[in-house]
């Protein structure tokens, strides 16, 4: 009885740790063709960002992107072309010392529409040129017309399949 017993207890371990699906290393999300791809498109997403450089991941963002910021509001929606002119813009390329923190959340499939969403944690720091000019010299600060920015929240990107690659539509 006690052997059975024993056999009982490690087949039932050995189908427990046969079964358990690999998950990317530090998230929740299994690891998959499709969930390594997009977590790829999103890193090169985050090295064009923090290097100002949208060549980097353009490749990777489909012709149909429009974002509507999160706004019932027109004026503010972004479609490709948009986004193309803002990367291009010098708002865009005279922030200085960009860095982003992300924390991956969550990805989320449905796989009948060949699409994908990302949930992610951001936060962005950079310098850009300040509006206010400096009040006063003081000897310890040496003021260089510039003024930290700091932004965070969570995010929701959205990719598709587009000729057998994920590409952002949305969330950038």
């Known amino acids: 009885m006690k052997k ?6 490690v087949f039932s371990m050995f189908l427990t740790v046969s079964c358990n699906k690999k998950m990317i290393k530090g ?5 998959t ?7 790829t498109v999103f890193g090169y997403y985050l090295k064009g960002f923090k290097e100002q450089n949208p060549e980097i ?4 963002v489909s012709k149909e992107y429009y974002d509507t910021n999160g706004t019932d509001e027109a004026d503010d929606d972004i ?25 991956i959340k969550d990805l989320f499939f449905n796989d009948a529409e060949d699409k994908a969403e990302l949930i992610y944690f951001y936060e962005v720091r950079f310098k850009m040129k300040s509006s206010v000019p400096p009040t006063e010299e003081n000897a310890f600060i040496q003021h260089d017309g510039m ?6 929240e969570n995010n929701k990107m959205k990719f598709v399949k587009e000729d057998g690659k994920w590409k952002i539509v949305s969330g950038l």
């Open 79 to 103: 479609d490709y072309d948009k986004l193309i002119e803002i990367l291009n813009s010098d708002a865009y390329h005279s922030l200085e010392k960009v860095s982003m923190t992300t924390i």
């Open 27 to 31: 998230t929740n999300i299994e690891e």
């Open 33 to 39: 063709p499709d969930s390594k791809e997009i977590l």
């Open 147 to 152: 003024t930290n920015q700091k932004l965070s």
């Open 57 to 60: 991941f353009l490749e990777y």
């Open 4 to 9: 059975i017993l024993m056999l009982m207890i």
